[in-house]
């Protein structure tokens, strides 16, 4: 009888184990999608033998959620990945774990709460939460696409990337951010301060707020801003609404894989949106 109860298991902690390796094959794919990357370091990140990895990999070139180069042989994801994503986008799941956190930052603060994501070189807005006073401009927020930079939350995950990705980023939007009297300094300014103070801090156009970065799943960057009128926001409550936001981040999500998130004082220089 011990014998039968366990032949019957096995198959199903077998399914579980290969479900589990073709998610870490995955997460691997997501994480070098832009450049690609070979089975030698997909073996070596995930810790697999060569063999398992190959037959991993190939299985998901042949549903689509991977694809081969023929000419460099690396592994991006797939149209089937690409697929899942946007259906996914059409209620997302980060809005449905961080919704009741949002709820409570707008109750405790009275202020407007943003949630992006980083898509690409554009922040994306995914959901707001109003404040004490509702405002229509904030709404028309809502699905908005804006580059980084361009905004609160938005500056925040300009900051997580890294030096040379930042400098590549400007050069291809060097007329966009011309359009609003933004130069490579001034942000590379904003991107020092954010990695010493840690959050975001912007006074524009009457506005003011704070942005905090965290990560999203394994591979991905989201940022929480709370906006408000600069004339509610006086000296000190931008630290205490970012240490507020933090608290609330750290009972659903992961802090940021680098942990730095952005300043941008109102003497350093103004981003045209929050």
């Given at each position: 009888m011990p014998n039968s109860r366990r032949t019957h298991s096995e198959p199903v902690v077998r399914g579980a184990q290969s479900i589990e390796r073709a998610a870490q094959v995955l997460r691997v794919l997501a994480q070098h999608h832009v450049?690609?990357?070979s089975l030698q370091t997909l073996t070596d990140v995930t810790g697999l033998d060569r063999t398992t990895t190959y037959r991993i990999v190939s299985a998901l070139v042949e549903v689509g959620l991977?694809?081969?180069d023929p000419q460099t042989k690396l592994y991006r994801l797939g149209v089937e990945s690409m697929a899942l994503g946007s259906v996914s986008m059409q209620a997302p799941p980060l809005v449905e774990q961080c919704r009741p956190m949002m709820k409570q930052l707008a109750?405790?603060?009275?202020?407007?709460?943003?949630l992006v994501v980083r898509s690409g070189d554009y922040s994306h807005c995914l959901h707001i939460e109003e404040g004490e006073t509702p405002s229509p401009e904030f709404g028309r927020n809502r699905d908005r696409m804006r580059l980084?930079?361009?905004?609160i939350p938005s500056i925040a995950l300009l900051a997580e990337l890294p030096d040379e990705e930042i400098s590549a980023h400007y050069a291809r939007h060097t007329i966009e951010y011309g359009h609003r009297n933004l130069d490579e300094a001034r942000l590379r300014r904003w991107v020092m301060q954010t990695r010493e103070l840690g959050y975001a801090q912007v006074a524009a156009q009457g506005l003011s707020g704070v942005g905090i970065s965290f990560a999203m799943g394994s591979c991905a960057t989201a940022a929480i801003g709370i906006v408000t009128v600069s004339a509610k926001m006086p000296r000190g409550r931008g630290a205490a609404l970012a240490a507020l936001a933090?608290?609330?981040?750290?009972?659903v999500v992961h802090p940021?894989?680098?942990?730095?998130q952005s300043l941008v004082p109102g003497n350093a220089g103004r981003p045209t949106d929050v």
């Open positions: 450049s690609g990357v991977s694809v081969r109750r405790q603060t009275a202020e407007h709460v943003f980084l930079g361009m905004g933090r608290e609330q981040l750290a009972s940021s894989r680098s942990s730095t």
